[in-house]
């Protein structure tokens, strides 16, 4: 029984369901444009999708062939035909009080996705369905200080084709929960039908609950970072309610992302009470003909693969490369000049520094990246000054000014790499700064002449080679014994 288990020990069982909007150019059941999110509210809006009376619903082709791509590229199998039901409820941005779903008949079902555990291992992820709806309206809530809060409604988003993903409680902990999301966001992107560049292009409802208790779920989540911030707010607050000898009430619950919290909203729905019925202004779709003539593009895992056996990289580099989409395209563009060199510079270098200055790999010139590797190769350079070139450059680009080419940065400041010869009144000038330094050397502490080579490193502004540097200092000690 859950009961005799330490709390720190009871399994944490996650689900989580996806909603994803397909990238077409119109919306699911009329001809209104998707492209909204630089316009005025209620301007991308029609009869349908704002629920009139007597307006008919038209379903996009496009978008029942974006499903049907995702569950081929998910191994789902697609029944002999799906239907659409109506989900009845009441909100501000529904304007026809029920959303256009599937229920019972989805497009797809029982398929897997592979991720690594939380031990580096493989693990299977089983998906449960696949279904299309459309996306309600979005509220966008006002406060002020001269009046009372108050909420407004934009429609512009209603009926934005969505795919929801729904997983099976396979899931053991918030990191995996987000490797999952991390694939599966990869995944569409390579099948060419999701942004999730855009924003509301995905929100997650997530699903937790500790073995032997009660399933709480965290709505509308809107990050992937949020995701795993919510379930790990919800594993130390269930696990402190078990410990205070308290009950876990089923019930839904939101993610204040600004505060990392999640704060109760309402009891859990049952099915029943949405009260779906099936659409009688949609036929069923009988589209399981279709998936033969889809062809899909080459996938993350399959991509990995290739980058292993044709370029000779790691398979850590692997993954991180063709994790993004954008990512292994730039890789693939300049690993000509050095495929290995190259996956150690975009994986572990260039990747960080762009998170750091919150830039995207596509603003970033592949022959101002490839001129550095060339550089490097050639040792032209150290790594040290191959750093800060490519940390110039990213500032320049950040900062909207034209810029310079790496070789031109290094000939402008003078980085070139030296030789040991030209360092030698330096080399000397620090040893001497610091007998301290050379006397634990000699007690046996050999990790004590890397603070020199750091300092001749920091006088030379880098330019001295490490290894060629270590070596001089050695025998310039040795001879002082």
């Known amino acids: 029984m859950a009961e005799t288990k330490d709390v720190?020990?009871?399994?944490?069982?996650?689900?989580?369901?996806?909603?994803?909007?397909?990238?077409?150019?119109?919306?699911?059941?009329?001809?209104?444009?998707?492209?909204y999110r630089d316009d005025e509210p209620n301007t991308h809006v029609c009869p349908i999708c704002l629920g009139l009376p007597?307006?008919?619903?038209?379903?996009?082709?496009?978008?029942?062939?974006?499903?049907?791509?995702?569950?081929?590229?998910?191994?789902?199998?697609?029944?002999?035909?799906?239907?659409f039901s109506r989900k009845n409820y009441f909100y501000p941005d529904l304007p026809k009080g029920y959303q256009i779903s599937q229920y019972d008949k989805p497009i797809a079902e029982k398929g897997i996705?592979?991720?690594?555990?939380?031990?580096?291992?493989?693990?299977?992820?089983?998906?449960?369905?696949?279904?299309?709806?459309?996306?309600?309206?979005?509220?966008?809530?006002?406060?002020?200080?001269?009046?009372?809060?108050?909420?407004?409604v934009d429609y512009n988003r209603s009926s934005i084709p969505l795919i929801e993903i729904v997983t099976e409680p396979d899931l053991s902990s918030p990191k995996e929960a987000r490797r999952f999301l991390n694939k599966l966001r990869s995944t569409l992107e390579y099948?060419?039908?999701?942004?999730?560049?855009?924003?509301?292009?995905?929100?997650?409802?997530?699903?937790?609950s500790l073995e032997g208790h009660n399933r709480v779920e965290c709505k509308n989540i809107s990050s992937y970072k949020g995701v795993e911030k919510a379930l790990t707010f919800e594993i130390t607050r269930q696990r402190n309610l078990i410990r205070r000898g308290q009950k876990i009430v089923q019930e839904t619950r939101h993610f204040q992302e600004g505060r990392?919290?999640?704060?109760?909203?309402?009891?859990?729905?049952?099915?029943?009470d949405y009260r779906y019925f099936p659409e009688p202004d949609l036929r069923p779709l009988k589209v399981k003909s279709w998936v033969k003539d889809i062809e899909l593009p080459e996938l993350p895992d399959a991509r990995r693969e290739r980058f292993i056996t044709q370029y000779g990289i790691s398979i850590n580099h692997a993954k991180t490369l063709t994790g993004d989409?954008?990512?292994?395209?730039?890789?693939?563009?300049?690993?000509?000049?050095?495929?290995?060199?190259?996956?150690?510079?975009?994986?572990?270098?260039?990747?960080?520094?762009?998170?750091?200055?919150?830039?995207?790999?596509?603003?970033?010139?592949?022959?101002?990246?490839?001129?550095?590797i060339v550089l490097l190769k050639e040792?032209?350079?150290?790594?040290?000054?191959?750093?800060?070139?490519?940390?110039?450059?990213?500032?320049?680009?950040?900062?909207?000014?034209?810029?310079?080419?790496?070789?031109?940065?290094?000939?402008?400041?003078?980085?070139?790499?030296?030789?040991?010869?030209?360092f030698q009144d330096i080399i000397k000038k620090i040893i001497k700064a610091n007998p301290q330094?050379?006397?634990?050397?000699?007690?046996?502490?050999?990790?004590?002449?890397?603070?020199?080579?750091?300092?001749?490193?920091?006088?030379?502004?880098?330019?001295?080679?490490?290894?060629?540097?270590?070596?001089?200092?050695?025998?310039?000690?040795t001879g002082m014994e």
């Not at 099948?191 to 937790?208: H, M, S, T």
């Not at 080579?453 to 030379?460: A, F, N, P, S």
Request: one cysteine or more; hydrophobic letters at 35%.
């Open 260 to 272: 990392g919290i999640t704060t109760g909203s309402r009891s859990k729905e049952d099915e029943n």
């Open 325 to 372: 989409i954008r990512v292994a395209e730039f890789y693939e563009e300049v690993a000509a000049c050095d495929p290995l060199l190259c996956s150690t510079w975009v994986a572990d270098t260039l990747l960080g520094e762009l998170y750091y200055r919150d830039m995207k790999i596509d603003s970033v010139i592949k022959d101002s990246f490839k001129d550095l």
């Open 191 to 208: 099948l060419d039908v999701f942004d999730g560049e855009k924003e509301g292009a995905i929100r997650v409802d997530a699903n937790i």
């Open 113 to 152: 996705m592979i991720v690594d555990d939380d031990e580096g291992h493989d693990k299977e992820i089983r998906i449960t369905r696949i279904h299309l709806e459309e996306d309600p309206g979005r509220l966008v809530h006002k406060i002020s200080r001269d009046r009372a809060g108050y909420s407004l």
């Open 437 to 477: 330094v050379v006397s634990d050397y000699h007690s046996g502490k050999g990790n004590a002449i890397n603070f020199l080579v750091g300092q001749i490193m920091k006088e030379t502004k880098g330019r001295a080679d490490p290894k060629s540097l270590n070596k001089s200092i050695m025998e310039y000690i």
């Open 54 to 83: 007597g307006a008919l619903p038209k379903l996009n082709k496009q978008a029942v062939i974006y499903a049907l791509k995702v569950a081929k590229a998910l191994n789902l199998e697609i029944p002999e035909y799906s239907e």
């Open 379 to 422: 040792n032209e350079i150290t790594d040290r000054v191959a750093v800060d070139v490519l940390r110039i450059m990213l500032d320049q680009i950040k900062a909207g000014t034209e810029p310079e080419m790496p070789s031109d940065i290094v000939l402008r400041m003078g980085l070139s790499k030296g030789t040991d010869d030209e």
């Open 8 to 35: 720190k020990d009871l399994r944490v069982i996650i689900g989580l369901e996806i909603h994803c909007q397909l990238n077409t150019k119109t919306k699911l059941f009329c001809g209104c444009s998707t492209d």
